[in-house]
């Protein structure tokens, strides 16, 4: 397994073997005082090639953590193949792997759920720290559904940070910054809040505040 530190938690990649062949790298996650436990629901971050591809017989994950770079993550692999002559020989390859920043996992609306209901739905976050000048989201596909607030710690809602006093929201940004009417969140700076965010479509990856 390769693992790394990733946020509040440990990642890693677990290597799936078959007859001493790697072929597939799971994502397990770890927090402290805990075991690891593969993350549920989420399909292999790379896997075995069709035939033919450079990475059709192994995949193998490097022994490091992804590269952030701009808006995405990348997984460097070595992938191998057998050669294209009748010489019995295999090919290997360093190949990449590209995912959206923090795309690991994310949360999606239940659309159906949404639409049964004819309400919107609510993620709401354990307490945090601010330690941000703003909230960043990254998010996808909401339709201009999206809205955010910020509570204390009891659940109580703070002045100017309500959902009805949220700015518009980004379609489709990894960081996109989420303001309200006369809020600035600077100003709740080393204070602990609670963080809702409504939408009635789309992917919640991840956020920082």
């Not at 073997?17 to 072929?23: D, E, L, N, W, Y």
């Not at 033919?52 to 193998?60: E, R």
Request: proline share 5%.
């Amino acid at each position: 397994m390769v693992p790394f530190n990733y946020g509040d938690q440990d990642l890693g990649y677990l290597e799936l073997s078959i007859k001493g062949r790697p072929q597939a790298s799971l994502l397990v996650s770890h927090h402290d005082g805990e075991r690891w436990q593969r993350v549920d629901g989420c399909p292999p971050l790379i896997e075995c090639g069709a035939s033919g591809a450079p990475d059709s017989m192994i995949v193998n994950a490097t022994r490091n953590a992804p590269l952030l770079i701009g808006d995405e993550m990348l997984i460097l692999y070595n992938g191998r193949c057998e050669s294209n002559d009748d010489s019995g020989l295999h090919e290997g390859y360093m190949c990449i792997a590209r995912l959206r920043r923090d795309g690991f996992a994310g949360m999606a609306v239940d659309q159906v759920a949404a639409a049964r209901h004819d309400q919107p739905a609510l993620l709401q976050t354990q307490p945090v720290t601010v330690t941000a000048d703003t909230l960043a989201l990254n998010i996808e596909g909401h339709g201009g559904t999206a809205r955010a607030a910020l509570f204390d710690e009891a659940a109580e809602p703070i002045d100017g940070f309500g959902l009805d006093d949220c700015l518009p929201i980004d379609e489709d940004n990894v960081r996109a910054e989420v303001h309200w009417h006369g809020a600035d969140v600077r100003q709740l700076k080393g204070r602990r809040v609670i963080v809702l965010v409504e939408s009635r479509t789309g992917v919640i990856w991840s956020f920082r505040l």
